[in-house]
Each structure stands twice: as C-alpha cells, then as structure tokens.
C-alpha cells in the first residue's frame, strides 16, 4: 500500500497555458537528423561542469564569417565614433562656459561698457613766439586731430599694410592673424610677431595699461569688439592714426611729422609715411633722430609690404627707398626749451591746472634767440678750453621787461639746468652800480672825488684786480675802471643796508647780506633778476619786472589769461638816472667793456668778475635793450682768469649788434655831459692831496646844482671825527647807528 501511495500520489490539476503544454512533449521525429545519441548521458552535465570549473573547454570555436567581422568592425567605429561625438561635445560644453566665465570675469574688472567713452587727448602746450611761429611743444607733444580724408591715402595704408592687413574684414579681432602669429613665434621660437590688430591697439592707447599680462590682453581684446561696435572701420582707423606713440614725446600723425621732419602730416612723402608706420613696432628704438639707420631699414619694410598689398606699385617702392628727410631739425629743439620750462613753471600760477589744450603767447623774438643761442655756444665752442669755461648763460629783455632771448645754457640735450633763471652766482662788480646810485640818491655826484688808496676792514684787505691805486679819482672814473677799494670805501660810507635796500627796490629778489663786502657782489643772484635791476636804468628810472607770457589761449581761442600793463612805479629819480647812465657809459668808452661797441648807438652797463675768477658778468643795455651775459663752471671751480671784460662782452657784443640792425636809433635816458655850475666848486672842495694808505678821503657836502637837490645829512654823508681814525670810522659804518 505504502509503495503504491508513493508510485500514484496526487497530481494537482492545471488550468490555462500550463494545462495546454503538460502533455507536449518531443518525440524522434523533431530531433535533428545525425544529432547523436538520444539518450543522455548520465555523467555529462557534471563532466561539463567540471571542465567549466577546471580549466578551458576543449571544444573548437567555429571560425566567424567574414560578414560577421564586418559587421563587428562597423560596429566597433561607430561607437567610438559615438564616444568621440559624446565627449566632444561635453568637452564643447565646458569650454563655452569656461570662455563664457573668461568674459564674465574680463568684463568684471573692466569699467561699465555703457559707461566708457574716447578719453580726451592729454592736454599739450603750444608755445608760440612774437610772430606767432611755434617755438616748443609741452606735454605729450600731441598735434592737432587731422581728419582721414586730409591726410595722404598712403599714409593710413602704410599702417594697415604692416600692422593689420586685414583691418577692413575682422571684427576687432583676427583669429586668422593670431594663428599665423603663433606658428609664426613657435617656428622661430620666440615672440617673432604679434596678432594684435589696429582696434586692439587703439584699445589698449585709450583705456589700458602698457603691461604685458594675459588678463591686459583679454581685456583689450573685449574692448576692440566694443570699439568695433560702436564706432566706424574709418572713425578707429583716425582715433588710431591720431593717438599712437611714434617716440620722442609725440602722439598722433600730426606731431610725428612736425618732430622728425618738420612739416605737417598732410605733406608727408611716400617714403617718411613708410618711416613713421614703421616707428609703432619700437618707437622709442627706432625713432630716427636717435637710430636713423634702424629707422631705414624698417621703412624698406613696410614700403616692401605696402607694394605687396598693392597699396603703392614696385616702382614706387623703390622710387621711396632711401629718401625721407629725417635730418631736417625739428620744431623746438635748442635752447628755446630753456624759455619753455621757465614757462612751464610760472604757468600754474597764471592759468592753475588745465584740462585743455592751450596756446601760450610770448614775447620771445625767434630771431633773436637763434642769435643768442649762435653767440653763446658758438664763443664757448672756440675758448671754453683756453679759459676753462663750460657754461654760458644770456638774457635780453627790453627795458620794460619783455624777455626777447633766452639761453639757459650751452646744450639743453645735454643739461636741462637753466643757468639764466634757477642757477645764482656771485655777480662781482656788476653789482657795483647799486652802491653808486645809493651814494648818488644820497648826495654825491659823478664828479665826486674819492681815494683810491690800500684799505682793511676787520683783517680783510681788498684790492684792485690790477694791484695798482690811483689816488684821488671821481667816481665816474672808479665805477669805469672797476676800483674795488673806492666801491669799498663807497658801501661803507652809504651803509651797506642802504645799499641791499636800493638793490631789492630795483627788482633783485635774492637775499643780500649787508656786509661791507655787499660793494663787490657777494651775494649771489640769477642773471634774469640782475638784468631786470638793470632795466630801470635804460627805461628812464621805472620798475620792471621781468615776464615772458603776453597771452594764454585754448586752441579753440578761449582766452585764459593777458597780461595787464605795469603800473608806472617810479624806482629812481631822472637825475639819478642821467648820473648813472653818464657814468656806466663811461665804462664801454674807456673803461673795463671797451669792447662793447654798437655803432650808432649809445651803450652803458657793467661788468664783473667773482672771486678767483669763479664768474665773469657783462650787463649792458641800450634804449632798446637790456642784456646780461654770464659765463662759468657749474661746479663753480675757477675758470682760467676769465674775466667780464673779456668772453661776456665778446657775446654781448655779437648780439647786441645783430639785435640791432635795422632798429631806429634812440639814445638812453637824461644823458648829460656835467652837472651844472656848482659842480665845479664842489669837485674842487673835495679834491685833496693824496693821504696815507687807509685814511678816508672827504666826504662831500650836500650843494644844489641845477635842480639837483642832495638829499638831507646822514650818518653816511657827515664827514668822521678825525680823532677816530679809518678803523673807528670803519667799525662805526660796520656795526653801529642804524644801518
């Protein structure tokens, strides 16, 4: 029973699909035909697993189709195919975001793009002389804006043929000009060749920095496509053409042009438009007032890329090679610049800081400060050894103060110190004519008498430059022969107080120390203020102050400043005008100037030597001008017994007969030839016999001539105790009273 239940059980029924396959079984008939045995074997699926575990299976692989390996092949390239489009694209993806970021972060540090606007050009000083010629350029030595249809067409092209040959088809940027500038750089190993186009240049001139960083170059480059954008191919091409740097101070076309060839830039030949395109690769290196041969070589450049561009045609190329006239002297250059920085100093306190451009008048006179200029460098050039001189200095002004001539200097290029008005020197005895006109204001006459004799002031013993002493002499005759001990004597008896006080009210400004040495010209001064104090004398006795603007204007004719007419301040009194002038024209007839001749003309003035020949002065001056000349060392070393009587009045001679040619004569104010009757009785009251070295000789008394009313008694004037002797006298001028 237990055996049957087991062989029988219980078959559960089935229903739907299962029940439909139960009984489905195959038979003989549905094998495959040769399939092997029917029967399997017991053993082969645990053999099977057995060699599945243990090692390969033996059973040969049936060898593909060729079909099938094509169709493998075609599917392997086509998904890597399909990888490389995957990545490719995500790498795409990554790099728009990482430019995307780049212009985010450019454009961060960048000021608002609605915001930016063409800067305006650096203000420049025009400097213009008498006639209105330009003399000096200050500032960034920019021209004037020339428009693009004034200029020659081949002188926007020169630029566009070496800088930016496809300027006219990019966008601001040129991918194909950066590409062939890389290959260029890497096959030459080295930076060969930039791909800047002319829109990022221009960029980078109005808004950038000169660094050479790769956020500068981003920056410029997103501010050549604003550029491209807003303004016309035309309206950038003349921005640029107006702003670039061509070296030596020059911005723009217009100022190139006039620096290195002296024209305007509408004139510019075929062969300096090539040179001035050359000029933006290295400005500095190859301008060709400094590198003229460098400058060249790159001209034949660009003239040879200009042919290949078919701006100009080969024969033209070679036509220009070899020709622009680069040696033609600029405007500006020469001591002028001297006049120019003098300028550039008082000009705050004229107009203060300007924005604009501005036009300042001068009453320089170009002419005559080419002849200035010639008379210094050229005496210097043949005995600056002989004497061991090296600097020159010379002003002219008239004799109200109108500065005609200035030269600061033997070389500006060499030395920017301006000798005529920031150097002080000792003027020696051309000082002397302010102690003479103080003894004059305070009684004493041309005429009056005084000891040339040996004199010592507290172990100090001054003498005469020839060693010699002539005794009784009229001040007249120790003012021509430039007698130190009288002038001594004379600055003792005034009071040297007084004679610091004559100086400064004539219009010297340096300190002056009152000593008793202040006679012989101690103190220093410049030589623009000591030709100045001399201008009283030959404008008839009126202040003037030295000047050199008339005028300050913008370019576009906005007038800033005008000087106003001096007020009539009356310095000296005619008569002493006409006393001192007597006496100082004396010294060009017989005395220490007898070189200093203008014929036709009546002449006065002084000269001066400092101690040890360190300084030699000549200032002299007719009716229509004053001119002072100073000669030295600026290491103020000795010269070799250069003296004023020598090399000054040798350049103060040569210009002042150039100076006036073809002026009308006029004679210098309240000449006279004696002075009056009482003269007689008053030379012959002081006239004495010589006394022994030392002793003061008489002091005059106070007498009327003719108008002439000397002035009430004062120490200076009263005649010493005879019982103090020279050295009380002395002692008593030095250190007591009121002086």
Known sequence: MGSGKKKGG????????????????????????????????????KRKTEISDD?????????????????????????????????????????VIAVIGVVIWVGAHLPPIQSLEIPKRPPTIQ???????????????????????????????????????????????????????????????????????????????LFLTQERTMARKLQEAELAIWLERKHSKNEILELYLNR?????????????????????????????????????????????????????????????????AKFITEAQAQASIGHPSYNVKPVGAGTVNYVADWIGEVRDDLVGQIDDSIKVETTIDPKLQAVAEAAVIDELAAKSVKFNVSQGALVAMTPDGAVRAMV????????????????????????????????????????????????????????????????????????????????????????????????????????????????????????????????????????????????????????LYMRQADEHNQVIEPRYVGMMNTMMRETLISGTAKKAEIPGWQAAGKTGTSQDYRDAWFIGYTANLVTGVWLGNDDNSPTKKATGGGLPVEVWTRFMRAAHEGVQVAALPNLQSNWG??????????????????????????????????????????????????????????????R
């Open 10 to 45: 219980r078959k559960e029924p089935l229903f739907g699909l299962p029940a439909a396959l139960a009984d489905l079984r195959l038979t003989a008939a549905d094998r495959v035909p040769g399939g092997g045995d029917d029967k399997p074997k017991k053993s082969s699926t």
């Open 55 to 95: 090692e390969p299976p033996r059973e040969r692989k049936a060898q593909p189709s060729r079909s099938g390996a094509k169709r493998r092949s075609k599917s392997s390239i086509s998904a890597g195919l399909g990888r490389l489009v995957y990545w490719g694209a995500v790498l795409s993806l990554w790099g």
């Open 127 to 205: 400097i213009v002389g008498m006639d209105g010629s330009l003399l000096a350029q200050r500032g960034e030595m920019a021209g004037a804006n020339v428009s693009l249809k004034d200029l020659p067409p081949y002188l926007p092209k020169a630029f566009i043929a070496i800088e930016d040959r496809r300027f006219y088809s990019h966008f601001g940027i040129d991918p194909v000009g950066i590409l062939r500038a890389l290959v260029t750089n890497v096959l030459h190993r080295g930076v060969s060749q930039g791909g800047s186009t002319l829109t990022q240049q221009l960029a980078k001139n």
């Open 244 to 308: 670039v740097y061509f070296g030596s101070g020059a911005y723009g076309v217009e100022a190139a042009a006039q620096k290195y060839f002296g024209k305007p830039a509408r004139s510019v030949t075929i062969a300096e438009a090539a040179m001035l395109a050359g000029l933006v690769k290295s400005p500095s290196r190859l301008a060709p007032n400094r590198n003229p041969e460098g400058a060249e070589a790159r001209a034949q450049i660009v003239l040879a890329a200009m042919a290949d």
């Open 408 to 559: 600061g200097g033997r070389n500006y290029s060499d030395s920017q110190y301006n000798r005529a008005v920031t150097a002080r020197r000792q003027p020696g005895s051309s000082f002397k004519p302010f102690v003479y006109l103080t003894a004059m204001e305070q009684g004493l006459t041309p005429d009056t008498v005084r000891q040339d004799a040996p004199i010592e002031v507290k172990g100090w013993k001054p003498e005469n430059y020839t060693h010699e002493y002539f005794g009784a002499v009229t001040l007249t005759q120790a003012l021509a022969m430039s007698l130190n001990t009288v002038a001594i004597r004379l600055g003792l008896e005034v009071g040297p107080k007084n004679v610091v006080r004559t100086a400064h009210r004539l219009g010297i400004s340096s300190k002056l120390e009152p000593n008793a040495s202040i006679a012989l010209g101690t103190s220093e001064v410049s030589v623009v203020e000591l030709v100045g104090a001399y201008a009283p004398f030959a404008n008839g006795g009126f202040a003037a102050v030295p000047h050199v603007v008339t005028r300050i204007r913008t370019l576009d004719g906005k007038l």
């Open 677 to 738: 009757p009482a003269n007689l009785v008053q030379i012959s009251s002081q006239v004495s016999p010589p006394t022994q070295a030392g002793t003061p000789g008489p002091a005059p008394a106070p007498v009327g001539n003719g108008g002439y009313r000397a002035p009430p008694p004062t120490r200076a004037n009263v005649r010493p105790e005879a019982a103090a002797g020279l050295d009380g006298w002395l002692m008593d001028r030095l250190f007591g009273g009121n």
